[in-house]
């Protein structure tokens, strides 16, 4: 993750120094093109300029000058085309055709954000909680996009479900989906039956009850699901309204919303004014509660409909936990500072 950072400030010429030996100012005119494969220096064809002279070569990149030892660069020849060495700690002097490489020292703001991600190796409900107070971390455009992909990222491949199947998928979710689409599939709900676990027994036979509760109730909307109505949103409130006067609850309503209905227009009605209403309909509707977004909550990202929820749903899962910050727009934001 150290080095992660390096090359993306690299590739994007947010770093600044000066060139270790000589104290000249490194210009970058051509960051160079990363090397995918990682095999070899990590930017090919670069264009530097420092000591009056311009460089043409390939770029490598450390957290300490010493790692070129550790990685055993000296005995690659891949390497002797090396023009500059960009490091966070200059912590030994590399020698290539007996000469000291031009090294590139980056400046202390740089340094200091490194050692901050040094902590992402340990566990953070969010790393950015202490710095992302702001009345508009996101831009919806691009909560937007995070929740379309959201949902096809976890229904694309069940999109040619018919929707009792497709609600039952919503209604197991990650954990139990797959197993109460098998029951209604096999018209078995006996399948349930044989887990190991007791808790978990009992979590998805009432997911069980809820889902068969829940499609009886919405039956008289059947059609409407099917087939999109003209005036999508009035029909979407008129149908929670029925859920409720049959006892559904407002966390199952929102819930199947979420992971069901809403998912399965998104598949089937692709149509820009359809995708439109789908989205203004997210904004209407509250945010579901759950201990990731109340991680969100606290760090002061705005939670006051279901398009944000969602959307920071996607985010922690694809980006929080697997610390690809550098991929998201707060963690870039706080990079360039």
Known sequence: MREAVLHWAWKNKIIQGLEHYSKSEVTVHHTGQFNENRSGPDFFNARVSFDDLQWYGSIEIHYKSSDWYAHKHQNDARY????????AIHDKTVHVHKKPLPTLVVSPNMFDL??????????????C?????????????????????????????HRF??????????????????LLLEAVQKKNPSLLSQQDQMGRQRSIHKQWFSYQKF??????EMEFILQRPKNLKNHLICMIEHLKQ???TNFEIGYILNNAILPYFYLH????????ELIAFHKLMPSEKNKT?????????????????????????????QNKCLKCPIGKRLLCK
């Open 215 to 220: 499609l009886k109730a919405i039956g008289l």
């Open 161 to 178: 479900l018919g929707f009792p199947e497709f609600l039952a998928l919503g209604f197991g979710g990650m954990r139990n989906g797959l």
């Open 246 to 248: 049959v006892g559904c």
């Open 80 to 87: 002797e085309n090396v023009v500059l060495h960009v490091v």
């Open 293 to 321: 977004l109340t991680h969100f909550k606290n760090a002061g990202f705005p939670m006051s409909n279901a398009l944000q929820g969602q959307a920071y749903l996607e985010i922690y899962t694809e980006l929080c936990t």
């Open 269 to 276: 009605h692709t149509d820009a004014n359809t995708q439109q």
């Open 114 to 127: 490194l050692k901050d991600s040094q902590k992402l190796n340990i566990y953070k409900p969010l790393i």
């Open 129 to 157: 909680k202490n710095v992302s107070k702001t009345s508009a971390p996101f831009s919806e455009a691009y909560l937007i996009q995070t929740v379309q992909s959201r949902i096809h990222r976890k229904f694309e491949k």
